[in-house]
């Protein structure tokens, strides 16, 4: 299990936001012009919901599926277990949530390292799943019912890979992930279905407040998503869900955050998790030093020990598949 730890420490380390804001003191490259710069430069809105690639490393496959709620089509990448064709074992699944500005492209080196670990007997084999969940949608379904990616993901894509793939289809055999905007949408999923998935891993977790939300970087979101209405964006928040399903969480959900000491978002999960601790919900929290929003140091700086928590909910998988 420490092999499987250390080697997918590795695979994580591609994870990186296409777009990451520099911390507080630190200094964001700029060859061409300023971060801030090219972010309001960038096209958020319409969503593209297929992002075809034009090569794939090697386990990794690029899918497309019929979202009959959006009436479009969606990709994901997916990697599958070494002789997975030839055989009849279920494997549990891991639900990767890219950032903002991301797709489903996002974590085509992870899974590929992913693939090539269970390849050489390094990782128990799992079932690897990125979508698409939309560059700037927080995860939440739009205000005005045509941008769907919460719908899409827990209605059709859950199911979809269920029925077209072997997989443990319980919530035992479900973990939900992401950095950034794809880890308030892990934490807001794992809280609002808690009967679907049996652990969640938040990195860095977006876990903004409305005036954030309203800032002029994100303010196509806010109205695009939210109809510039509060309420609606509150309705959707992990800590709304978290309130919410208190009871089905305590002891059922695995929870793990981590985040560096020096992320603009690290406030926003001091208090979140000042609101688990007043729940009295168990949890993990990993401040790393000398870091700031980046996936790749993260994991970097927090070695094998960030990774047992994976290790020990696909050893809990495998167990409950057997019985």
Same mark, same amino acid.
């Given at each position: 299990?420490?092999?499987?730890?250390? #080697?997918?420490?590795?695979?994580?380390?591609?994870?990186?936001?296409?777009?990451?804001?520099?911390?507080?003191?630190?200094?964001?490259?700029?060859?061409?012009?300023?971060?801030?710069?090219?972010?309001?430069?960038?096209?958020?809105?319409?969503?593209?919901?297929?992002?075809?690639?034009?090569?794939?490393?090697?386990?990794?496959?690029?899918?497309?599926?019929?979202?009959?709620?959006?009436?479009?089509?969606?990709? #994901?990448?997916?990697?599958?277990?070494?002789? #997975?064709? *030839?055989?009849?074992?279920?494997?549990?699944?891991?639900?990767?949530?890219?950032?903002?500005?991301?797709?489903?492209?996002?974590?085509?080196?992870?899974?590929?390292?992913?693939?090539?670990? $269970?390849?050489?007997?390094?990782?128990?084999?799992? =079932?690897?799943?990125?979508?698409?969940?939309?560059?700037?949608?927080? #995860?939440?379904?739009?205000?005005?019912?045509?941008?769907?990616?919460?719908?899409?993901?827990?209605?059709?894509?859950?199911?979809? =890979?269920?029925?077209?793939?072997?997989?443990?289809?319980?919530?035992?055999?479900?973990?939900?992930?992401?950095?950034?905007?794809?880890?308030?949408?892990?934490?807001?999923?794992?809280?609002?279905?808690?009967?679907?998935?049996?652990?969640?891993?938040?990195? &860095?977790?977006?876990?903004?407040?409305?005036?954030?939300?309203?800032?002029?970087?994100? &303010?196509?979101?806010?109205?695009? $998503?939210?109809?510039? *209405?509060?309420?609606?964006?509150?309705?959707?928040?992990?800590?709304?869900?978290?309130?919410?399903?208190?009871?089905?969480?305590?002891?059922?959900?695995? =929870?793990? =955050?981590?985040?560096?000491?020096? *992320?603009?978002?690290?406030?926003?999960?001091? &208090?979140?998790?000042?609101? $688990?601790?007043?729940?009295?919900?168990?949890?993990?929290?990993?401040?790393?030093?000398?870091?700031?929003?980046?996936?790749?140091?993260?994991?970097?700086?927090?070695?094998?020990?960030?990774?047992?928590?994976?290790?020990?909910?696909?050893?809990?998988?495998?167990?409950?598949?057997?019985?």
């Amino acid at each position: 299990m420490k092999t499987y730890a250390k #080697y997918l420490l590795l695979a994580m380390l591609v994870c990186v936001p296409t777009w990451i804001e520099p911390a507080a003191g630190q200094t964001a490259s700029a060859p061409t012009a300023s971060r801030p710069e090219r972010w309001r430069q960038r096209r958020l809105f319409p969503v593209r919901w297929v992002r075809v690639p034009d090569s794939l490393p090697d386990g990794v496959r690029h899918e497309t599926f019929h979202s009959k709620a959006m009436n479009c089509d969606v990709g #994901y990448c997916i990697a599958t277990p070494p002789g #997975y064709a *030839d055989g009849q074992t279920r494997y549990p699944v891991l639900y990767l949530l890219h950032g903002l500005g991301g797709n489903e492209l996002t974590y085509r080196k992870h899974l590929e390292r992913l693939h090539e670990a $269970m390849a050489n007997g390094q990782i128990p084999p799992l =079932i690897a799943v990125a979508v698409n969940g939309g560059s700037a949608t927080m #995860y939440c379904d739009s205000v005005d019912g045509t941008i769907l990616p919460d719908t899409m993901i827990i209605r059709e894509l859950i199911p979809h =890979i269920d029925s077209q793939y072997r997989t443990i289809s319980s919530r035992q055999g479900r973990i939900i992930e992401g950095f950034s905007m794809g880890g308030f949408g892990a934490l807001k999923f794992a809280f609002k279905y808690p009967e679907l998935f049996c652990a969640v891993v938040g990195g &860095a977790p977006a876990l903004l407040e409305w005036d954030r939300v309203t800032s002029e970087r994100h &303010a196509e979101m806010a109205s695009r $998503m939210y109809a510039n *209405d509060r309420e609606a964006f509150e309705s959707e928040h992990p800590r709304t869900w978290l309130k919410k399903n208190a009871d089905k969480i305590r002891g059922k959900l695995r =929870i793990r =955050i981590m985040i560096g000491d020096q *992320d603009g978002l690290k406030a926003y999960n001091d &208090a979140f998790r000042k609101l $688990m601790d007043e729940l009295e919900i168990p949890y993990e929290y990993e401040v790393v030093e000398g870091v700031g929003h980046s996936s790749g140091r993260v994991y970097a700086k927090l070695g094998t020990d960030g990774l047992r928590f994976h290790a020990a909910v696909l050893e809990h998988a495998r167990e409950v598949n057997q019985k």
